[in-house]
């Protein structure tokens, strides 16, 4: 027999960030310690809506196992000391133990019967124990209480198996009831358990499972905006926010005054995203509409007129102050806000924006060189970037930084490229974000994040576990992807080194040492890089084999190689020729162990003594120029295929050789020919870090 577990913690209004890590929190916490209890559920759900938090366990048993133990007491003979410390500590008398034999000797034991407590009892004291302690980002007290929750709690729901589990917290006691939607279906409902609670609660207004009111609040706006001819301009993140601002949604149309329409539709959907959780609507042209979808949580009676009518009162609020700005701030040139950026502070130990600016202005300009770019434009762009963090408009919505600066500098006649990197510098920022493939806009972006990375490393305020707190690993993934998707040919540690001088020219003092912190950022590039290619199927160890051969700055090429080595391994002379170098590799380490010797020397021609060991002398000195050759024209897929050539007569050789061969000279040479093998083939990776 089993039963289920349904609880309902209700409460004023849950921020809608923090509701799915409740659920999973809640979930978590509960079914963790039931299992420890010998209480393990069949299924677990769990579910979030503005003002309850649900948590929905089927299938556990009506009671803990019965448990039988055996607990081991003193040895037969021991000191009576010892026998009345284990009878006191076990409440129990001489004749309640047993004598069994062990391997060890005749040891006196308890048999102890738990039988197992219901599990109602169980659950009433996990809850009392994880409720109190359930880890809200932040929390409250009110009234005269404690306890702290999310917000004032209002009501418990707990029942097992239909029964109210006896359960108190926060000055409220379990119960088999609930409420509904808060204004329009208030009144208490009792309910037996989850399918009946469900039911009930949709019909009193509320969806309870978040993924529904996401499909419902984007079929009806889709509908909606189909409707008039338009489409919503999707955005996920406020999709899932608004789900968690409703617990009954409604969908609706509003629109947006004409007079606002010359704003920019980037001011235009932040500020509706941003403070009023308005979905933006776009034509068929993409071009943003005069038009904007809000979600109510109520029902109205009018077709919601009073609703839309409301929220476009305060929309045109917004909106002017938006236009506001948006006119104030073209009222000055971009470039004269500049020496403001002198009173802001980048980082304490690296100075003002003012001084990034000016490094990543000299820097972008040696960039340029490497991405094509015009050095004129890179430096003109490099030195606007950061301009518009002055202006009110940013200072509003710093999400728009960037991209006000675009239309900024377009408005004081600055060159399309020039505006175009001043928005995109900041990009990539994310692996989901577009990359940057225009020269000047390319230029710096690079020169800003490499200007981070050194700034920080020289520092020494490098990331830590899962500590990062100035995004230097995304700053890094930006770099590789820039160097990658724009394949360019650039070598890194330079820009480095360059970087760190510029630091040092501003007059920015306790760096640590050029060199090492090139080095390090090498490294820690390398390791962004790792996790880069491992996402589009490359083992960890082929890139861990081409790094070990040759720390190489140059990304792209770095890039080539690893795919050189990654088809080759895939391909059967590739697979079959890493199994023969380790079989190689492993008889000369041994062989170079026992005799206190290394046979790193070249092999004789005249000691070749069978057809096999002269193939593969001739195979070697053809396949070793020619990977080198290869290796120096960058055709990594060349070099890999002059090694491929070494399988037939590396094979041959180990059919028919005996490489510990009676003669001395013979054994020595076969050996110094085999370590060979490992030479060529480590000329273009580290084959000893491949595990395939």
């Known amino acids: 027999m089993s039963g289920q577990l349904l609880l309902e913690l209700l409460s004023e209004e849950i921020p809608a960030r923090m509701q799915a890590r409740a659920a999973e929190d809640l979930t978590r916490l509960v079914a963790d310690a039931l299992a420890a209890q010998g209480l393990k559920p069949a299924e677990t759900r769990a579910f979030a809506t503005p003002r309850r938090l649900v948590l929905v366990l089927d299938g556990l048993p009506l009671a803990q196992p019965d448990v039988n133990e055996e607990r081991r007491g003193p040895k037969v003979g021991a000191p009576q000391q010892a026998l009345d410390g284990f009878l006191k500590a076990n409440g129990v008398t001489l004749g309640d133990l047993a004598e069994r034999d062990t391997p060890k000797g005749r040891f006196y034991f ?194 919601g007129k009073r609703i839309v009518a409301g929220n476009e009162r305060v929309l045109r609020a917004r909106l002017s102050d938006a236009r506001f700005f948006w006119d104030t701030d073209r009222e000055a040139r971009l470039d004269s806000r500049l020496g403001a950026l002198g009173d802001r502070i980048f980082h304490a130990a690296l100075g003002s924006v003012l001084g990034k600016v000016e490094r990543i202005e000299a820097l972008a300009a040696k960039v340029a060189d490497a991405t094509g770019a015009d050095a004129a434009k890179a430096g003109r762009a490099a030195r606007l970037a950061k301009c518009d963090l002055s202006t009110a408009m940013v200072g509003e919505f710093p999400e728009l930084q960037g991209v006000m600066g675009r239309y900024y500098a377009l408005h004081d006649g600055e060159d399309a490229d020039v505006a175009d990197a001043v928005a995109q510098h900041y990009s990539p920022q994310g692996p989901s974000d577009a990359c940057p493939t225009a020269p000047v806009a390319v230029a710096v972006a690079l020169a800003d994040k490499i200007d981070s990375l050194v700034g920080f490393f020289a520092i020494d305020e490098k990331p830590t576990g899962s500590r990062d707190p100035y995004a230097l690993r995304r700053a890094a993934l930006g770099v590789i992807r820039l160097v990658l998707e724009n394949r360019l040919r650039i070598g890194l540690k330079p820009m480095f080194l360059a970087a760190h001088a510029l630091y040092v020219a501003g007059g920015v003092e306790g760096l640590r040492p050029a060199e090492t912190v090139a080095d390090e950022l090498i490294d820690f590039l390398a390791d962004r890089l790792k996790v880069h290619l491992r996402e589009e199927g490359v083992g960890h160890d082929v890139i861990a084999a081409v790094f070990a051969r040759d720390k190489d700055d140059d990304v792209v090429r770095f890039r080539a190689r690893v795919a050189a080595l990654d088809d080759f391994l895939k391909a059967e002379d590739g697979r079959n020729l890493l199994i023969a170098y380790r079989r190689a590799a492993n008889i000369v380490r041994i062989e170079e162990k026992k005799d206190g010797v290394r046979f790193d020397a070249a092999p004789e021609a005249g000691l070749l003594a069978s057809d096999e060991e002269s193939a593969l002398y001739a195979a070697l000195d053809k396949a070793i120029p020619d990977s080198g050759t290869a290796l120096a024209a960058e055709d990594f897929g060349g070099a890999m295929a002059a090694l491929a050539t070494l399988r037939g007569p590396v094979d041959a050789f180990f059919d028919k050789v005996t490489v510990n061969a009676d003669d001395p000279s013979l054994r020595g040479n076969r050996l110094r020919l085999l370590s060979r093998i490992g030479a060529a083939m480590e000329s273009v990776a580290d084959f000893s870090r491949l595990e395939g």
């Open 110 to 303: 308890l048999d102890i019967a738990k039988k197992g407590r219901d599990t109602a009892t169980v659950i009433a004291e996990v809850l009392a124990d994880v409720l109190p302690r359930f880890p809200w980002p932040k929390s409250m007290r009110w009234g005269e209480r404690s306890e702290r929750w999310v917000r004032p709690l209002e009501n418990i729901l707990c029942l097992f198996a239909g029964t109210v589990v006896p359960l108190a917290f926060a000055g409220r006691e379990a119960c088999d009831s609930t409420k509904g939607h808060r204004f329009l279906a208030p009144a208490r409902f009792a309910v037996s358990g989850f399918d009946d609670y469900a039911a009930k609660l949709e019909a009193a207004k509320v969806i309870l499972d978040p993924a529904k009111r996401r499909e419902i609040i984007a079929r009806d706006a889709d509908a909606i905006a189909a409707a008039a001819g338009l489409k919503v301009l999707p955005d996920a993140g406020l999709l899932a926010e608004v789900a968690g601002l409703v617990e009954w949604p409604v969908v609706l149309k509003g629109t947006i005054d004409d007079a606002f329409m010359s704003v920019p539709r980037e001011v235009l959907s932040t500020s509706m995203r941003t403070h009023q959780k308005y979905f933006s609507l776009i034509d068929a042209n993409g071009d943003l509409a005069p038009g904007f979808i809000v979600v109510a949580n109520m029902a109205p009676v009018d077709g």
